[in-house]
């Protein structure tokens, strides 16, 4: 098998002298889509942070293609081509719609398939309500504008923090409806997801957390339900 | 009541509060700190306007324009070196660093100028004045209002139409997620200082011009420019001018009826509004 574009291992974090994470590992192949799914308090943003330079790492590495990023302040790792799609979407409330997805490309400004123009083709709504607040805009549109944010950078990994939060179903599925496009721009991606079902119908590979600690991985059609269920809650049996 | 001379007298007083404020408004727009040393570092301008004047006997206007970059340099090092390591979740130890800071500029400029009051010579413009209607004006209070106008337009421009600006409102919005955009905070902060203190050196400029200054009137001038930031509403930067130009014109009226009632009519004018409307004039809606 290839190089993996992103690779962690035996990552740990704490904050103060609570420990989030205890030697994880994950590995993202070119390409593909990676789940990390797991109950709340699992760890899973603490690892998105962590990988992105916001958490500081206490042992472990994340290698970028190869190269180990462990580390590197927040800005740099954006520079490097991982951009992220923080949980709460964490629009900019003094930028309109427009300012907010062209703060993506505030620092990275590279050629590549994502610019406005795609963007707003990908999401046609935010067109409409370019020149609004992002904090003005419906749930799924903020969104959609923090995907559109993220994508500006023409990242190499993209990481989502619980897209489908407080959003409704038909809501969720306009927005995984994006998910081919990214992929075929060429980005890797990682997606945590508390929606189960959503997280095994989009990833190619499925990590299962609990506690700071990976529970169980595998490709979804290999994962029974009953061991999801044990990985997520802990084993009943 | 007042006369229009006077109305107008206070207008243009009030773009020179406005231009000790603004660079005030600036970096606690961006990075929601009170520099109390602001007041000192204009004062500080004002010496340097003075030291390039005397040494290469040019004319102020020319020596300030030198000194702009200088400022520039300034902040960015006072920034960087200095105040980036104490902006943090408490507010308390970049309020007391400023305030440490503003005793040594005091001190230093003391050491180096004395005590005795100095003035900036612009020469003949000093004298100058233009008549509108009945009002007689001198130039030198018209240049500062108009200066204010563009100043306070200019940061607008750069604020709301320019990448940086964007960069400014979102670091200010929140540091940690703009971080995740590739901006660095704290070379955004070091920015937004050394602009400021591009600012102060154009308010020291006419600060110089028009009355003499010595290094012990700082703190008094921040507190014009503190006035008139909150008079605005935190923030805003037409606020700002707003603010300095009922400062001024308070301070004219009050002394028109009674010249020892100047400086409390500003002060007391500072009191009501803020009464009638706690929040300034122009508040943010976000905060
Ligand atoms: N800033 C913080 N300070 C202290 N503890 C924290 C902090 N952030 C998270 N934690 C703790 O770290 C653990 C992991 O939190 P994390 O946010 O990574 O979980 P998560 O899997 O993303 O949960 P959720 O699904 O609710 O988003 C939790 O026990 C949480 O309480
Ligand atoms: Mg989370």
Known sequence: ?237 | MFSLDTIVQGLLLGGLYALFAAGLSLVFGIMRLVNLAHGDLIVLGAYLILGLGTVTGMNPFVAALIAMPLMFGLGWLLQTRLLNRVLGEDILPPLLVTFGLSVVIQNGLLAAFTADSRKLAAGPVESASVAIGPVHMGVMPVLTLATAVAVILGLNLLFYRTALGRAFRATSDDAVTAQLMGIRPQRIFAMATGIALVVAAIAALYLGTRANFDPSIGPARLLYAFEAVIIGGLGSLWGTLAGGVVIGLAQTMGAAVNPEWQILAGHVAFVLILMVRPRGLFPRAID
């Open chain 1, 1 to 237: 098998m290839s190089e993996p574009i992103l690779s962690v291992s035996g990552l740990t974090a704490h904050y103060g002298d609570f420990q989030a994470l205890f030697g994880v590992d994950v590995a993202l192949e070119q390409g593909e889509v990676v789940a990390i799914i797991g109950a709340n308090g699992a760890g899973k943003t603490t690892l998105m942070r962590a990988i992105t330079g916001i958490a500081r790492v206490s042992a472990g590495r994340v290698r970028l293609d190869g190269r180990d990023i462990t580390g590197t302040p927040a800005p740099d790792i954006l520079m490097a081509g991982i951009a992220m799609v923080p949980e709460g979407r964490r629009l900019f409330p003094s930028l309109s719609v427009e300012e907010n997805l062209l703060i993506g490309a505030h620092a990275r400004r590279i050629q590549g398939h994502w610019n406005l123009e795609s963007v707003y083709r990908l999401f046609p709504v935010l067109r409409e309500r370019r020149d609004h607040p992002g904090t003005a805009l419906s749930g799924g549109q903020q969104q959609m504008v923090a995907i559109g944010r993220a994508l500006m950078s023409n990242p190499r990994v993209l990481l989502c923090d619980e897209l489908s939060l407080g959003l409704a179903p038909v809501v969720i599925r306009e927005i995984y409806a994006a998910f081919p496009e990214i992929r075929a721009s060429g980005a890797s991606i990682v997606v945590i997801e508390q929606d189960v079902s959503q997280a095994l119908k989009v990833a190619d590979y499925v990590h299962c957390m609990m506690e700071g600690r990976i529970t169980l991985s595998g490709r979804p059609a290999e994962l029974s339900r009953d061991a999801i269920h044990d990985a997520y809650f802990g084993a009943t049996h």
